[in-house]
């Protein structure tokens, strides 16, 4: 005779191969989806190691060939990197050590190519900003100062403003706007703390320009403090 808990157990078994037969088929696709997911997950994140570490071999080459002074074999395994590994940050920093030694060894079109392609490639906004002061540098090498300009309205990396504003300041003076330059500087000056070394190198450009920080700072407490 059959107990209670013997009907309780035979109901829920019956409510499951219901269950089972209504929805078991879409319950194994869930279960596959899912398996492979986790499958792919798993191999892309071997795939990115793989890709890492061949970026990496490829990235200390073109460190060699920078700190060699070898601009072509830096532009070339460059190249290589930026074909095979585009998406790794090894080869948006590589290209910022080939674009050093391509414009020291006079490669300036080659130099603006390299950080012209990291400022718009770049893994991150600070390593975009840092390719776009380096790119404003070399477009005011060469005279191109309103790229330079535009290059720097795009420097947009939160703490990067008082270099973009002392670039600025120094693309304005080759053009020869001594006013807007000064403007610049004074920012750029303003914007830091009395910390950062930097500061003292802005501060020399005003002083050479007849605007000394320290000197417009004690006239303006003189002015302040005096009696009517």
Not at 138 to 147: C, I
Not at 189 to 195: G, V
Request: without cysteine.
């Amino acid at each position: 005779m059959a107990t209670q808990l013997d009907l309780q157990e035979q109901e829920q078994i019956d409510a499951l191969k219901a269950f089972w037969n209504k929805y078991g088929n879409l319950v194994t696709g869930i279960l596959l989806l899912a398996a492979g997911a986790y499958a792919g997950y798993q191999g892309w994140q071997y795939w990115q190691r793989e890709q890492g570490v061949k970026a990496a071999a490829i990235f200390e080459q073109i460190d060699q060939s920078a700190a060699a002074g070898d601009a072509e074999r830096a532009g070339r395994l460059l190249g290589d990197l930026q074909q095979r590994y585009a998406s790794t940050t090894f080869a948006h920093q590589a290209a910022l050590l080939a674009a050093k030694v391509q414009f020291e060894k006079g490669q300036t079109d080659a130099a603006k190519a390299s950080l012209a392609w990291a400022a718009d490639k770049g893994s991150d906004a600070d390593l975009r900003t840092v390719a776009r002061l380096r790119l404003a540098a070399v477009q005011a090498e060469a005279k191109q100062f309103d790229e330079a300009l535009k290059t720097l309205d795009a420097a947009k990396s939160e703490g990067f403003e008082p270099l973009v504003a002392d670039r600025r300041g120094d693309v304005l003076m080759l053009q020869g706007k001594r006013a807007e330059a000064l403007v610049a500087y004074q920012a750029a000056w303003a914007a830091m703390t009395e910390k950062q070394d930097y500061r003292r190198v802005i501060e020399a450009k005003l002083t050479a320009l007849g605007a000394a920080p320290a000197v417009a700072a004690a006239a303006s407490a003189s002015a302040s403090g005096a009696k009517p």
